[in-house]
Structure formats: C-alpha cells, structure tokens
C-alpha cells in the first residue's frame, strides 16, 4: 500500500515529462503548442461565461425563493416511498444545474441530519452517481458548437435516475 502513496506523488510529473520529452522527440515546439492551446482554452472560457452565470443566477434565485423546499414538500409521498428523503429532491434537481451549489445543500443536509444518516449517506452517494447534466451538456456543447444534440438530455436524465435508484439502493444496504 505504501508504495502507491509514492507512486501518487510521482505519477503526474512523470506524465507531464512523458508528453514534453514525447514532443522534443517527434520535433514539436512544444511550448508553442503549450501557448496555443491555452489562447484557445482562453476563447472557449470566454464563451462559455454568459452561459455558465446563468445558470448559477437562475439555481441562486430558485434556491433563495424556496422553491426546492415547496417541490420537495410536495413530491415527499412519491421519494418517500421509493426510499429517498424528501430534502433530497432539491439536491437532486440542484445537481442537474450545479455540482457546487449541490455542495451547499448537502452540507446543509449533513448539519440537519448528520453524515452518518440515511439522508447523508443517500447524499453522499448521489454527489458522486449523478452528473451536471444541463451544465455539461450547455458547456460541452456550446464548446464544440454542437447543435443537434439527439439523445443525449434523454440519455444523461436516464443515467442520472440510475445513479439516484442506484444511491437509494446502496445507502439501504449500508444502514
């Protein structure tokens, strides 16, 4: 075990070698390319600001005006049944938007019931088993100006369900 604490510490220089020593040897300029590929980070960050204080703004507003609590109180016969705590519902949906306003409302969740709670092991599981679906999805694809996006809203909600039935499941057999 201790030598993959080391080989932790080692691994990310060794990388940043690799991939520099791997452009001097194909003849590469590889600062040059460093530069351009951060002027080009640079452009993209700036067109996708607008999109991503948006989206921080409208989850702020709903956040502050109650309205999770109000939809959370009224779907709380519905999760309560399928075994998710009703003040779940509003991580659930503040998840879709923002992983740190998320943050917020399960630390929130964590000094209400506890880490060690249904709620916050549910919480706990459902950070990492859930996606930002409409952040990445407006951030990716604004990035790689992607217009027709098909199946994929579709296909992150039903993932985000799975990993919400699947957080369900394995706080139930932790308890």
Do not use: W
């Not at 040059?32 to 590929?37: A, D, Q, R, V, Y």
């Not at 502050?64 to 049944?81: K, N, Y």
């Not at 990035?143 to 990993?163: D, I, Q």
Request: glycine share 8%; net charge positive; aromatic share 10%.
């Amino acid at each position: 075990m201790n030598i993959f604490i080391h080989l932790s510490d080692i691994i990310i220089p060794l990388v940043i070698f690799f991939v520099v020593g791997y452009g001097l040897a194909s003849k590469v300029k590889v600062y040059e390319s460093f530069l351009k590929g951060a002027e080009d980070g640079l452009k993209i960050v700036v067109d996708i600001v607008p999109t991503l204080i948006g989206l921080l703004v409208a989850v702020g507003v709903l956040r502050a005006s109650g309205f999770f609590e109000l939809l959370g109180t009224l779907l709380a016969p519905v999760t309560e049944r399928a075994g998710l705590p009703a003040q779940l519902v509003p991580l659930l949906i503040v998840k879709l938007f923002s992983s740190s306003a998320a943050t917020g409302l399960v630390l929130d969740i964590f000094k209400t019931n506890g880490p060690d709670s249904y709620a916050g092991t549910v919480a706990s599981i459902l950070m990492s088993c859930t996606e930002t679906v409409f952040y990445t999805m407006s951030v990716y694809f604004l990035a790689a100006k992607v217009t027709k996006t098909r199946y994929t809203l579709p296909g992150a909600l039903l993932a985000t369900l799975a990993g919400t039935v699947a957080s369900v499941v394995l706080a139930g057999r932790m308890m």
